[in-house]
């Protein structure tokens, strides 16, 4: 698992179009998916530990911590645009540091305000050649949790006199879209080194229309073996113009993509799937969830719910009620039209 944190939502933007995140109902600032979670922690050093601490807290894994975002170049031979692995980082004011394992040159420090100028970045210049406003803090709660932690930066401007924070803005969708694009780079390298690359290529994966993550690739690699075995036509027959038509993310055509390979694979499983949410639909609407069987051979199912008040508790209890047992038995046992 890992936990990208960005100091803002413009930062993050494309990261949260295409990643299969979702944000948690107590957290607004977080987004949890299967492999990869987005974390918005603010400015400053306080801010972005406070926010760190609260969503190591909520994840069930220790993640690995990777601090992606813009910074300021304190050094003016330092190219615009650039994306660098920090060494080390400092922060204005603080004797401690935090050091990576990252071969690079480059280190970076956390200064305490926003606006800098000229002034200030010769003095900073003296420890770092960047400079942003989160990413000591961010180090120093990983150090405290035990969590491992990087720092991914791209250089959004040079620090002088001059005022850039219009125009950091203005290019925020740019800058992101050069993070991702940096992002995908080092997964698709880890997948490589990790021996993940058994999952042969195949034509969706370059199909911009789609976005699959790594267990996605294996999954929809699974299932197409199994229809082409089951059917005997070949990848190229599998009609994806119903998919790529819609008005829809590229991460969401992925889902309803995998889901309608599913049904064509398992038609009867499927049938079993729609009765259950048929019969569960209400009390997962009023925040209850269930986890069946994943292969539908024991009648029996865990259940949870949310309730934040005396009147949800009573709500659920009678939807409990009005739950018909003998019906789930039926779809459990194969009979569907109940």
């Known amino acids: 698992m890992k936990l990208l944190v960005f100091a803002h939502r413009g930062e993050a933007q494309t990261f949260l179009k295409y990643l299969d995140v979702k944000s948690v109902k107590d957290m607004n600032d977080l987004y949890i998916g299967d492999e990869v979670s987005v974390l918005l922690c603010g400015e400053g050093i ?7 601490s609260f969503a190591l807290g909520k994840l069930a894994n220790r993640p690995e911590v990777i601090n992606m975002g813009i910074c300021g170049a304190l050094d003016q031979d330092v190219a615009l645009n650039s994306i660098h692995h920090i060494r080390t980082i400092y922060a204005e004011d603080e004797f401690k540091s935090f050091s990576s394992e990252q071969h690079t040159k480059i280190d970076l420090i956390t200064a305490k305000k926003r606006a800098l100028n ?8 003296i420890i770092s050649q960047l400079v942003d406003r989160e990413a000591w803090g961010l180090a120093h709660t990983c150090k405290e949790l035990g969590a491992s932690f990087k720092a991914i930066k791209l250089v959004s401007d040079h620090i002088t006199d001059a005022e850039v924070c219009k125009m950091i803005k203005d290019q925020s969708e740019v800058f992101s879209d050069m993070l991702f694009e940096h992002y995908q780079e080092l997964v698709t390298k880890s997948e490589e080194g990790e021996g993940a690359e058994d999952i042969e290529y195949m034509e969706i994966f370059s199909n911009k229309d789609f976005y699959l993550t790594v267990s996605q690739k294996r999954q929809y690699k699974n299932l197409i073996k199994a229809i082409i075995t089951k059917e005997g036509i070949t990848e190229k027959q599998i009609e994806l113009s119903e998919f790529t038509s819609l008005d829809k993310t590229p991460k969401e055509r992925t889902k309803l993509l995998l889901s309608s390979l599913n049904r064509r694979l398992f038609p009867f499983k499927t049938k079993i799937q729609d009765r259950l949410e048929s019969l569960t639909n209400e009390m997962k609407f009023n925040g209850a969830d269930f986890k069946f069987d994943k292969n539908f051979e024991k009648v029996s199912f865990n259940f949870s719910a949310h309730i934040d008040s005396e009147k949800a508790k009573d709500h659920m209890s009678e939807l ?6 003998s019906d789930f038995e039926k779809v459990m046992k194969g009979e569907l039209d109940v």
């Open 46 to 52: 306080l801010q972005a530990s406070c926010k760190l």
């Open 320 to 325: 409990l009620k009005k739950f018909s047992w």
């Open 118 to 125: 000229l002034d200030d970045s010769k003095k900073l210049s």
